[in-house]
């Protein structure tokens, strides 16, 4: 029997994690469309509206069902509007060990909504889920995304060389593919125990069976 994570909903005192509905269709779409997800990811570029729709309607939710991760989009508590996206992939059941990347809509970021929502995913994955690491990497020249991975107290493990493709906008406009190293990033549940200086609400509170 596969193991899988519960359809839940995770809520901060910003933020409300949950999974994706096809109204969302047209703001994932604006969001992975933004220039820092086109060079940092490998989504397709342009993102149109039929890809975040098989991502919200098929792939997201296939995910969880074969248990390999879970997807869940991040919404302002207060607005409800979108946020970005938390995704846990590569889970190993037996390990209890699982990868962890974000994306944040241009227009939320330098609010520390990044932080929020992942170290909310982590306390979730340890305390609820009983999972002993979570895994990130980033790309070599990503410091933002670096940056979020030290605030939830991530210890840096190594480089992998020449281990990921990212894409640079050259003059004429064009995208090209350019090899970097990615960053190795681990965070285990005694780590989560220096980050209580944390702002207040970045606990998390879970609500199973969200639909």
Same mark, same amino acid.
């Given at each position: 029997m596969t193991s899988t994570f519960p359809n839940v909903s995770l809520t901060t005192e910003r933020l409300v994690l949950r999974p994706f509905e096809e109204a969302d269709v047209e703001a994932f779409t604006e969001m992975m469309n933004d220039e820092l997800v086109t060079a940092w990811t490998s989504v397709p570029h342009p993102y149109t509206e039929a890809d975040a *729709?098989?991502?919200i309607t098929? *792939? @997201?939710p296939a995910e969880r069902a074969e248990g390999r991760g879970i997807v869940? @989009?991040? $919404? %302002?508590?207060?607005t409800q509007r979108l946020v970005g996206t938390v995704h846990l992939s590569n889970t190993d059941w037996r390990v209890r060990s $699982? %990868?962890?990347a974000y994306v944040v809509a241009p227009w939320a970021r330098g609010e520390g909504y990044a932080s929020e929502a992942a170290l909310a995913t982590a306390q979730w994955l340890f305390t609820d889920q009983k999972f002993e690491r979570l895994e990130l990497r980033t790309a070599a020249d990503n410091t933002a995304s670096q940056q979020v991975a030290q605030k939830i107290g991530c210890v840096s493990e190594g480089v992998l060389r020449g281990a990921w493709i990212a894409r640079t906008r050259g003059e004429n406009g064009q995208w090209t593919d350019v090899r970097t190293d990615l960053i190795v990033w681990s965070l285990l549940p005694e780590d989560l125990e220096g980050v209580g200086e944390q702002p207040a609400g970045t606990g998390f509170t879970s609500y199973p069976h969200w639909n």
């Open positions: *729709r098989a991502w098929e *792939r @997201a869940f @989009a991040v $919404t %302002e508590f207060l $699982t %990868e962890i």
